[in-house]
Nanobody, 117 residues
Framework: QVRLQESGPGLVKPSQTLSLTCTVS??????????LSWIRQPPGKGLEWIGY???????YYSPPLKTRTSISRDTSKDQFTLQVTSVTPADTAVYYC?????????WGQGTQVTVSS
């Protein structure tokens, strides 16, 4: 059974870098046709796609976040990481990692990140 777990600080100060890690168990992030995604949900709002990485390592980002966002992976640990630089209170949200294996998507439980001084 595939399981995902997000980890990282729950509180980040404005202008700092948000960094979250998703650990995947029960599957490998180098599988064919895999998508490694990050999605967030600000308070009172809908889901917002942040970006994703495909099997080749190529990454794709939401245009509004592209200049501040990066996704990387550690294939030896089946982990992938999100970094968002220069955060503001508008980046406060529940952050989810999602792994797609072909037609199946698996979600982490989500982790709350609050940007506040």
């Amino acid at each position: 059974q595939v399981r995902l777990q997000e980890s990282g600080p729950g509180l980040v100060k404005p202008s700092q870098t948000l960094s979250l890690t998703c650990t995947v168990s029960g599957g490998t992030i180098t599988s064919p046709f895999v998508h490694l995604s990050w999605i967030r949900q600000p308070p009172g709002k809908g889901l917002e796609w942040i970006g994703y990485m495909v099997e080749s390592g190529n990454t794709y980002y939401s245009p509004p976040l592209k200049t501040r966002t990066s996704i990387s992976r550690d294939t030896s640990k089946d982990q992938f990481t999100l970094q968002v630089t220069s955060v503001t209170p508008a980046d406060t949200a529940v952050y989810y990692c999602v792994v797609g294996f072909g037609d199946l998507d698996y979600w982490g439980q989500g982790t709350q990140v609050t940007v506040s001084s």
